[in-house]
């Protein structure tokens, strides 16, 4: 079956512009986490999700990033008024169950912010 | 606060046994996982330790000591494709969310 994907898979923005990235996780994964990955680094926990709740949200950096899972299906990261330190990796994660459980990842949208 | 320590770098020859170190120093602890991540590449999972002790899955082994705050994974016979990130992450209980260590870079020579 399908993994989870993401689009788009790269994104270059203008400091200011708002942007929106895609996470379709595997079909039937209660679970979704998104991550942010700076170059060098292990990822970093932004956010996660149980089917359409949004559990844990204390990742996000600011109030400019928000986080969405509306059918408790597809999720989509915003991010308003990107800034320079906003350029990494983000990546999407799902899961059968909470974080115990292993988690599947897409392959990332590496955003760049110039 | 939480840290995780795994070294950034190490280098192993082809169809050798290298051992990747973890430490961690958590509020919480509930189960440490092991992830391969080959460059530009998602993590993919290779094991979950809860318990004391090794366990093997073929080339790959991983331990775990909760009293030392410590794991490693073990490879064995390297390949090639070997060469990639590998994250340790420490999952501190069951609502709460997983911190990933730094990654340490393994290079393999031919």
């Known amino acids: 079956g399908a993994g989870v994907s993401q689009s788009p898979r790269y994104k270059v923005a203008k400091r200011g512009q708002d942007v929106a990235l895609r996470c379709d996780p595997i079909s039937g994964h209660v679970s979704l986490f998104w991550y942010q990955q700076a170059l060098g680094q292990g990822p970093e926990f932004l956010t996660y999700f149980q089917n359409e709740a949004q559990l844990d949200k204390s990742g996000l950096p600011s109030d400019r990033f928000f986080a969405e899972r509306p059918e408790g299906s597809v999720s989509t990261l915003k991010i308003q008024r990107t800034q320079q330190e906003d350029s990494a990796v983000y990546l999407c994660?799902?899961?059968?169950?909470?974080?115990?459980?292993?988690?599947?990842f897409g392959p990332g949208t590496r955003l760049t912010v110039t | 606060g939480q840290n995780i320590d795994q070294p950034t770098e190490m280098t192993a020859t082809e169809g050798a046994i290298v051992q990747i170190n973890c430490t961690y120093q958590?509020?919480?602890?509930?189960?440490l996982f092991w992830y391969q991540q080959h460059a530009g590449e998602a993590p993919t999972f290779l094991s979950y330790n809860v318990l004391d002790g090794l366990e093997e899955k073929g080339r790959f082994s991983s331990f775990l000591s909760r009293s030392k705050g410590y794991s490693y994974l073990l490879l064995k016979e390297l390949q090639m494709k070997d060469s990639a990130s590998y994250l340790c992450?420490?999952?501190?209980?069951?609502?709460?969310?997983?911190?990933f260590g730094k990654g340490t870079r393994l290079h393999i020579l031919p």
């Open positions: 958590t509020s919480g602890f509930n189960g």
């Open positions: 994660a799902s899961s059968l169950g909470t974080f115990s459980y292993e988690q599947y």
């Open positions: 992450a420490v999952d501190m209980n069951r609502d709460d969310k997983i911190i």
